[in-house]
Structures are given as structure tokens and as C-alpha cells.
């Protein structure tokens, strides 16, 4: 059976608005030319597609499969586009990757790693950045996509947000740390401290606000400040290592600090709840990732999992 991709694509879009009108509009045809071409999918395919009322437009049973069918069929093959498209530009097909500073660290740049160790071919540009001017990079598409907290993300139109996972952090000082000796510590024994971190969006603040006397912020993004704002997650860590400031972090990246002695975990006992990064893959809504992007997403993904697991 021989099914023209273009009704496939339709159905997925009408699928995504459950209504003929606004999937139409998204489409940019007619609403009489939508319904046609569905009428004209459902007879190619011998079963009813979709349910339809005034009010919506739903699945069958067997239209979901056949969605999910026609949804990776749709993806396939505008990224075979977009690769071809490249060829015929005469562009190199250089993968651009953005990462917020810890994610960095723990998923993306391994992920780069093994990537580059089963395509030795393959061109990439991975910037690790703080959260701003990893965001700023995508709207400004200086590159392909961006790995970050994405919390701060919902309902942006433009955006696509794919997540990756949760993971808790953890404070921590150096070895030795005037903080370790009290038994009872309160807030106004941290704040004398300069913390260590990244900017990070407002929805962040409760990670520092109680602990960190000297934040400030930006009056142009936002954004929070922390007292020492670093752009790279191992120039955070070799202040710590070095210095009376603390930080923040995922417990994968301070193993080998503890276990050499030269790291400590802070407890902060009034805190009840950890620290929590909501990580994500975000890029433009009008942009097809090319297939090596989804190659690297899914070794992030893989990486992202196992750090949750450990």
C-alpha cells in the first residue's frame, strides 16, 4: 500500500489540535482541504482515523497506532530533508550544542565523548555556558539545541521542550570547612560564605536566597547572581577546593573530591527538601534537529539515566 507522506502529515498536525480548524491554520490551507485529505488518508488506509464531533476531533483505537506510526514516519523524513538540505547549501553539517553549566559536566560532554569515539567524522561546536546565555544562544540560533534546566521554560510558543530527567543536588564545601565543625547549623552561620554557582533563573532563587548574603539580580534578564558567578562547573569546583566558599552540585561530580579528601557534603538542616535541576533538551519549534542531533540527545538521555540510577 502506497500512503502519500503529506496526509500522514496532516493527520499527526490534527492529531497535536483536535480540531480541523486550528490544525488547518497550522498547516496553512483550508479547513474543506484538510477535511479531504483526511477523508482521503482513512480510504487509503481502510479504517476510520479519527472521531469526529462539533466540539473535537479524537482518535479511534486504531487511529493512536497508526499516529504514532505516522508521527515517526513525519520525523524520519524531515530530518532526511534537513540533511539533504544541508548538502545542497554546502554547509558543513556542524553540530551546535549549548549546555548549562552542570549538565555540562555530567551528561553532555561524556555523551560528546562517546559520540565523537563512534563517529570520528562527525563536527561539533559544544559550548558550556550559564543558564542565560545558554537560552540566549538557542533564541538566537547560534545552535542546534540547548541542555539545561528547562523549569523556567514551560509555555514558551517558540520552544520545543523535550525532558531528560530530574536530579538532586547537593552543598559542599572543602575538606576542613569552618561550616563542618558546628553541630547545629543555621542560616546565618552559611551566609559569611560566598557561594559558588552558575546564574540561574528566578524560579531558582530557594536554592540560595537564605544562604547567600551577597546575590544580586540582573536588572536586564532577571536572573540571579550568586555572590561568585562562574560559566564552567570544574572553575567552581577549584574555588571551593581552594577557598571558605560553597556550592552546589550532583554527587557524581564531588565522588572523587570526597573520596581524595579535599571535598565535603554540607548538610543544611532546615532545608527539607533537596535541590532539584529539571533537565531538558529545548530547540526551535521551526527547526528539524539533523539525525546526529538525535544521535547525541539520546547518548545525553542515556547518560542523564544512569547518574539518576547511581
Request: charged share 25%; aromatic share 4%.
Amino acid at each position: 500500500m502506497d500512503i502519500d507522506l503529506k496526509l500522514l502529515q496532516y493527520a499527526v498536525v490534527l492529531a497535536k489540535h483536535r480540531h480541523f480548524g486550528r490544525a488547518a491554520a497550522a498547516l496553512h490551507i483550508s479547513q474543506p482541504t484538510l477535511s479531504r485529505n483526511i477523508a482521503a488518508l482513512e480510504k487509503q488506509l481502510g479504517m476510520r482515523v479519527f472521531e469526529r464531533s462539533r466540539r473535537d476531533v479524537m482518535a479511534t483505537p486504531v487511529g493512536d497506532d497508526v499516529l504514532r506510526m505516522a508521527d515517526e514516519l513525519v520525523s524520519r523524513a524531515e530530518a532526511i530533508s534537513s540533511s539533504l538540505q544541508m548538502v545542497r547549501d554546502g554547509r558543513s553539517g556542524r553540530l551546535r550544542v549549548a549546555a548549562g553549566v552542570y549538565v555540562h559536566d555530567i551528561a553532555v560532554r561524556p555523551a560528546a565523548i562517546e559520540l565523537i569515539k563512534a563517529s570520528p567524522s562527525v563536527r561539533l561546536e559544544l559550548l558550556e555556558r550559564e543558564w542565560t546565555a545558554a537560552l540566549a544562544m538557542l533564541v538566537m540560533d547560534r545552535v542546534d539545541f540547548a541542555v539545561l534546566d528547562v523549569s523556567a521554560l514551560r509555555g514558551v510558543p517558540s520552544l520545543r521542550v523535550e525532558p531528560l530527567g530530574k536530579l538532586q543536588g547537593v552543598y559542599y564545601c572543602r575538606a576542613g570547612h569552618p561550616l563542618l565543625k558546628k553541630t547545629a547549623r543555621r542560616p546565618e552561620d552559611v551566609r559569611p560564605y560566598p557561594f559558588v554557582f552558575s546564574s540561574m533563573s528566578r524560579e531558582k532563587i530557594g536554592l540560595l536566597e537564605d544562604i547567600d548574603s551577597g546575590f544580586t539580580v540582573d536588572s536586564t534578564t532577571g536572573d540571579i547572581l550568586p555572590s561568585i558567578a562562574v560559566s564552567s562547573f570544574s572553575l567552581g569546583l577549584e574555588i571551593v577546593a581552594g577557598t571558605d566558599a560553597i556550592s552546589l552540585g550532583h554527587i557524581s561530580q564531588l565522588k572523587d573530591g570526597i573520596a581524595a579528601g579535599r571535598l565535603a557534603l554540607l548538610d543544611l538542616p532546615w532545608r527539607t527538601r533537596p535541590p532539584v535541576a529539571e533537565l531538558g533538551i529545548a530547540y526551535k519549534r521551526d527547526r528539524t534537529l539533523p539525525p546526529v542531533g538525535r544521535t547525541l540527545i539520546n547518548l545525553i538521555r542515556k547518560r542523564v539515566r544512569a547518574v539518576e540510577r547511581s
